[in-house]
């Protein structure tokens, strides 16, 4: 969507400098793009090198996992993805281990247990490269906490990113010291999903926008405590002083923070993006703790 491609038809010219001028104007500071698949780790590791602020994770996503099998040398695929994490490392770029995880609503595309073999895998990978994980999961909380909870002792840290899951499966998921949780538009969709969030604890959240998907939606939930916006034009109307409607970009993580402050009746909303800027580089840039974050922190006080 980025490069103006919407389901194979091309709409608009690439636009990527566009929106992330977008994004720094809008006080995002850094960005991590996600891989989902080897082929578009390198992708994004190549998109990271273009700027300071860009990073990126090395993984493969659960719907993509029979890449490993297709690739007729799953133990070479491995050590094709350690590589790359390695070198993406040493340039300063890669953060993260993922996407990984598990996701039974898309069965469609990677059978459960190929996707259980390979999120598995994937611990190996971040216990061999000392990396935080970038984790995915739907409608999978029983198999995904087991297989993190046999794994314990290779995990350092992590998000599971883009929850959709229930209250228990948030406290599940919280019982894991060192586990965050991200929350984006999919997570404010419903009634159900706000009051879930609102039990998370800030200190164990993140935020996060997942675009091109999950914007907020005016049929969200969430919609009513947004309070920054941005002109949108439909993709064939493409104009770049506007957004396109229905793809979510970088700067839109302001609407994130703006819903989880609103439902959760915070009303310091520099606090809360300090607290949540904070729990990210704790677990993704902790060299940076002591200086970027601290620095944003001082003048506030944490929350409890
Ligand atoms: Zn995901």
């Not at 996701?103 to 216990?127: G, N, S, V």
């Not at 060192?178 to 404010?188: D, E, P």
């Not at 049929?219 to 993709?235: E, L, N």
Request: aromatic share 8%; glycine share 8%; proline share 3%.
């Amino acid at each position: 969507m980025f490069k103006g491609i919407y389901h194979g038809k091309n709409c608009h010219l690439p636009d990527i400098a566009t929106v992330l001028n977008r994004a720094w104007s809008a006080g995002v500071d850094r960005i991590i793009v996600t891989g989902g698949s080897l082929e578009e780790s390198r992708e994004a590791l190549a998109i990271a090198e273009t700027d300071g602020r860009l990073f990126c994770t090395v993984g493969v996503h659960p719907t993509r996992c029979s890449e490993f099998e297709e690739s007729s040398d799953p133990e070479k695929h491995y050590q094709d993805l350690f590589a790359l994490a390695k070198e993406g490392m040493q340039k300063g770029k890669v953060v993260a281990i993922g996407e990984c995880g598990l996701d039974y609503d898309r069965l469609q595309f990677c059978p459960a247990d190929i996707q259980k073999k390979y999120f598995e895998k994937q611990f190996e990978l971040a216990y061999a490269t000392k990396l935080p994980m970038f984790l995915h999961m739907r409608a999978a909380a029983a198999d995904f906490c087991e297989i993190v909870e046999r794994n314990k002792s290779r995990f350092t840290g992590g998000v599971a990113h883009s929850f959709t899951g229930s209250a228990l499966d948030r406290d599940k998921l919280l019982s894991f010291d060192k586990m965050y949780i991200g929350v984006n538009g999919c997570s404010l969709k419903t009634a159900e999903n706000l009051d879930v969030m609102k039990g998370i604890p800030v200190e164990r959240m993140m935020i996060e926008t997942d675009s091109p998907y999950c914007d907020i939606k005016n049929t969200h939930a969430g919609i009513k405590f947004v309070k920054s916006t941005w002109p949108s034009k439909k993709k064939e109307k493409y104009d770049q002083e506007s957004l396109v409607k229905g793809r979510n970009e970088p700067c839109l993580v302001r609407q994130v923070l703006e819903v989880v402050a609103g439902y959760k009746g915070l009303g310091d909303l520099n606090q809360l993006s300090s607290t949540l800027y904070h729990n990210t580089c704790r677990v993704f840039f902790p060299q940076d703790l002591d200086t970027a974050a601290d620095a944003l922190l001082s003048g506030h006080h944490e929350t409890n």
